[in-house]
């Protein structure tokens, strides 16, 4: 049983497209969250959600957004993708109580053409 | 949270033992230093945490000074596998955020 799991694993889209990519967890954590990794590798966190409700965002173009349905999926999508957009995209989940140990997906390679 | 830096990057043979540092001057009374793990085309890993003093398990070894203005992750006797990039960060529980700095990339050579 995967415990964090994104889809989908790859994504190559065309400019001005509209997509999402959906996340999932089964360990129960409360907390949620998406990074970006760029090609220089570096890893920043975009979004954070507590028990549904965003905690924390990140200075991300308002093209970018995350929805919670419920504490076990935190969703993103992203409108009029550009060029700069292509990127890994991971979601990760924790116990806001437990410690910070956090469980990564396996990341969506996004490429936008 | 307290920024880190560490080694942009380390080589090391197999076998050996390596130790990657990291300083984080201004990590605050209640925060925890926190080690991950990432290979490529994987999302990080969660390796290690600790306090203060040393913590074992049975991947690392974490040192931890009485001042916490650094921490030492010690990889003992790597192998090929372990090739990955390791991030330092400072933790706190409540914080809803892990911030990554630049992590260090460790290449073990043959």
């Known amino acids: 049983d995967t415990a964090v799991s994104q889809t989908p694993k790859y994504l190559v889209t065309q400019m001005g497209n509209d997509k999402s990519i959906k996340c999932e967890q089964n360990?129960?954590?409360?907390?949620m969250y998406w990074y970006k990794q760029d090609s220089k590798k570096f890893l920043k966190i975009m979004f954070s959600?507590?028990?549904?409700?965003?905690?924390i965002n990140e200075t991300v173009p308002n093209r970018f957004s995350p929805k919670s349905p419920d504490k076990a999926h935190l969703n993103l999508h992203i409108n009029s993708l550009e060029l700069g957009d292509s990127a890994v995209y991971f979601c990760?989940?924790?116990?806001?109580?437990?410690?910070?140990?956090?469980?990564f997906g396996q990341g969506t390679r996004l490429t936008v053409v | 949270l307290a920024k880190t830096t560490q080694p942009i990057s380390m080589d090391s043979y197999e076998g050996q033992e390596v130790n990657i540092t990291c300083s984080h001057n201004?990590?605050?009374?209640?925060?925890?230093i926190t080690w991950y793990q990432q290979f490529p085309s994987q999302g990080p890993r969660f390796i290690i945490q600790?306090?203060?003093t040393k913590v074992t398990n049975e991947v690392a070894s974490l040192f931890i000074p009485a001042d916490r203005k650094s921490s030492t992750l010690s990889l003992p006797r790597v192998s090929l596998s372990d090739t990955a990039v390791y991030y330092c960060?400072?933790?706190?529980?409540?914080?809803?955020?892990?911030?990554f700095g630049t992590g260090t990339r460790l290449t073990v050579i043959p």
């Open positions: 990760a989940s924790s116990n806001m109580d437990g410690g910070t140990e956090a469980f």
């Open positions: 360990l129960g954590h409360d907390t």
């Open positions: 959600y507590n028990n549904k409700e965003l905690i």
């Open positions: 201004n990590i605050a009374t209640n925060d925890y």
């Open positions: 600790g306090y203060k």
């Open positions: 960060l400072v933790t706190r529980t409540g914080a809803n955020n892990l911030f």
